[in-house]
């Protein structure tokens, strides 16, 4: 089974830090996502890369940036924390990138998520 | 950014139950899939459907795609109190590579 692993389930940080979020995967997927997720707007593409050192922005990309040193690990930065940025975080893993139609399209596999609070 | 619309939003029912639950948007999808989130867990695929008017079974759940691939809906036949979660829809335009989420619903099932 594929593995997705976010290094902390709970965070806690004030306004204005410099928030580090880190998502690993043990499946050797070339493709890595960072969501956020909301009540009552669903989850939200921030970024994704579809390679190391390969990034490209999602829906809601201000306010944060990416890391992918290596293929397995993909990290998410709050340059600054405000407190409109508290929410679930999902990051998750793909095969492949979806491509329209077809039943080839892979399944994301997500972590369990953080949950960070900025005060 | 487009959202899908889900309802219900929320829905509480007794185990045994039949319930559906609604995807709609006005915009036409390539394909489209329903995850279920467990609380503190992550999203888990339960199936992608992705020609119009298809339906996809999996055990008590019954998945359909609208014939105009604007819609989809998730039936569960007597439903279980495992069947708790959130529900997600997530469609994907032709020609993109990003899945958009619905707004989801959650679903309890009592004893």
């Known amino acids: 089974d594929v593995k997705v692993t976010q290094s902390s389930r709970y965070l806690v940080k004030r306004t204005g830090e410099k928030v580090f979020l880190e998502c690993v995967q043990d499946?050797?997927?070339?493709?890595m996502f960072w969501y956020r997720q909301d009540p009552g707007l669903g989850l939200r593409l921030i970024y994704f890369?579809?390679?190391?050192?390969?990034?490209e922005k999602g829906d809601i990309p201000e306010g944060y940036s990416v890391s992918r040193e290596k293929k397995e690990r993909f990290s998410l930065i709050l340059e600054s924390a405000s407190t409109n940025q508290t929410s679930m975080y999902l990051c998750?893993?793909?095969?492949?990138?979806?491509?329209?139609?077809?039943?080839?399209?892979?399944?994301?596999?997500f972590g369990d998520g953080t949950r960070l609070s900025i005060l | 950014t487009q959202l899908l619309e889900q309802s219900p939003q929320f829905l509480s029912i007794q185990e045994g139950e039949n319930l559906t639950v609604y995807c709609n948007s006005s915009s036409v999808f390539s394909s489209l899939q329903w995850y279920r989130q467990e609380p503190g867990e992550g999203p888990v695929l339960l199936v992608t459907?992705?020609?119009?008017?298809e339906v996809k079974k999996l055990k008590r759940l019954t998945f359909q795609f609208g014939d105009a691939r604007k819609d989809s809906s998730l039936h569960i036949t007597a439903a279980q109190p495992g069947d708790t979660g959130l529900y997600l829809c997530?469609?994907?335009?032709?020609?993109?590579?990003?899945?958009?989420f619905g707004t989801g619903t959650r679903l309890k099932v009592l004893a």
């Open positions: 499946m050797d997927h070339e493709n």
């Open positions: 997530a469609g994907l335009h032709s020609g993109t590579y990003k899945y958009i």
């Open positions: 459907v992705v020609t119009g008017g």
């Open positions: 890369s579809y390679d190391v050192k390969m990034k």
């Open positions: 998750a893993s793909s095969l492949s990138l979806p491509q329209g139609g077809g039943d080839s399209n892979q399944p994301q596999h």
